[in-house]
């Protein structure tokens, strides 16, 4: 069974920290770039950040570069999203995401590049 299993979030309060998890099982892991997302109640699904497949580049989106570093042990077929000085309008829930294509540099931040999602680890900020 292919699954992305999302974990780690929770409630923070403002300047905050957490670290998501990931973890890939029934599908092939370490040759793939891995994106995360999130989505905030009444918005699109955004892109947070990505690495690729040998954790040699990463990607950021503006919003989060600086406060979030993405990382991965292929060994434990697992991505990380470690997030510091939270704020509210980081509330979302957070998706994890395979890239389509096998040993692509990238990494990308379009979501139309990713086929295989995790249901999604729900992250809430309180100020």
């Known amino acids: 069974q292919v699954q992305l299993v999302e974990s780690g979030g929770g409630l923070v309060q403002a300047g905050g920290s957490l670290r998501l998890s990931c973890v890939a099982s029934?599908?092939?892991?370490?040759?793939?770039?891995m994106g995360w997302f999130r989505q905030a109640p009444g918005k699109e699904r955004e892109f947070v950040a990505a690495?690729?497949?040998?954790?040699?580049?990463?990607a950021y989106a503006n919003s989060v570069k600086g406060r979030c570093a993405i990382s991965r042990d292929n060994a434990k077929n697992t991505v990380y999203l470690q997030m510091n000085s939270l704020k509210p309008e980081d509330t979302a829930v957070y998706y994890c995401?395979?890239?389509?294509?096998?040993?692509?540099?990238?990494?990308?931040?379009?979501?139309?590049?990713?086929?295989?999602w995790g249901q999604g680890t729900q992250v809430t900020v309180s100020s």
């Open positions: 029934g599908l092939p892991f370490s040759s793939y770039a």
């Open positions: 995401a395979r890239d389509r294509s096998r040993l692509y540099q990238g990494p990308r931040s379009d979501s139309s590049g990713y086929d295989y």
């Open positions: 690495i690729s497949w040998n954790g040699g580049r990463t």
